[in-house]
């Protein structure tokens, strides 16, 4: 997660909680919204939608995975074909009241929930992008493992 490689922190940490060794369903979430934001961005929206329900299924009471799910669902639920499913209603809905009050979401994107909710809002929507963790993190958790890995090698 610290090296800002999502893709392989999720695949681990699935894997880890297969195990019940070592999981983190915090970190697992950062990941996960991180490539939600990633695919959104790349206009993958399959792959999208499926990073923002493993994000609000593992933080169902979070803002920005109650916001990311309900805006992508909402959007998706306007293309043509697209089966009608009034879901990303009450999870804007929930963000909404989330939201209220929590100075780490901005007015804007509360703006925009509120729009769709009414339904004036148009336009393929953002998601929340949370700031990326410390890289200078990542290199430090990397020189720990090499410092660690001499550590335990015999010496001849």
Same mark, same amino acid.
């Given at each position: 997660?610290?090296?800002? #490689?999502?893709?392989?922190?999720?695949?681990?940490? $699935?894997?880890?909680?297969?195990?019940?060794?070592?999981?983190?369903?915090?970190?697992?979430?950062?990941?996960?919204?991180?490539?939600?934001?990633?695919?959104?961005?790349?206009?993958?929206?399959?792959?999208?939608?499926?990073?923002?329900?493993?994000?609000?299924?593992?933080?169902?009471?979070?803002?920005?995975?109650?916001?990311?799910?309900?805006? $992508?669902?909402?959007?998706? &639920?306007?293309?043509?074909?697209?089966?009608?499913?009034?879901?990303?209603?009450?999870?804007?809905?929930?963000?909404?009241?989330?939201?209220?009050?929590?100075? #780490? $979401?901005?007015?804007? $994107?509360?703006?925009?929930?509120?729009?769709?909710?009414?339904?004036?809002?148009?336009?393929?929507?953002?998601?929340?992008?949370?700031?990326?963790?410390?890289?200078?993190?990542?290199?430090?958790?990397?020189?720990?493992?090499?410092?660690?890995?001499?550590? &335990?090698?015999?010496?001849?």
């Amino acid at each position: 997660y610290y090296k800002r #490689n999502y893709l392989l922190s999720a695949d681990r940490l $699935i894997r880890a909680r297969d195990t019940k060794v070592l999981w983190s369903d915090k970190t697992l979430a950062m990941s996960s919204v991180q490539l939600c934001n990633a695919y959104w961005a790349a206009k993958n929206n399959a792959e999208a939608l499926k990073f923002s329900k493993i994000t609000r299924q593992l933080a169902p009471n979070d803002p920005i995975a109650l916001f990311n799910n309900g805006v $992508i669902e909402w959007h998706l &639920s306007r293309q043509p074909g697209a089966k009608s499913d009034d879901k990303w209603k009450q999870t804007l809905r929930t963000f909404h009241e989330k939201a209220a009050g929590n100075i #780490n $979401i901005s007015l804007d $994107i509360v703006f925009i929930a509120q729009s769709i909710l009414n339904g004036s809002y148009d336009k393929r929507p953002p998601v929340i992008r949370p700031q990326q963790p410390s890289e200078a993190v990542g290199k430090m958790i990397d020189q720990l493992a090499q410092a660690a890995k001499k550590a &335990s090698t015999p010496t001849p």
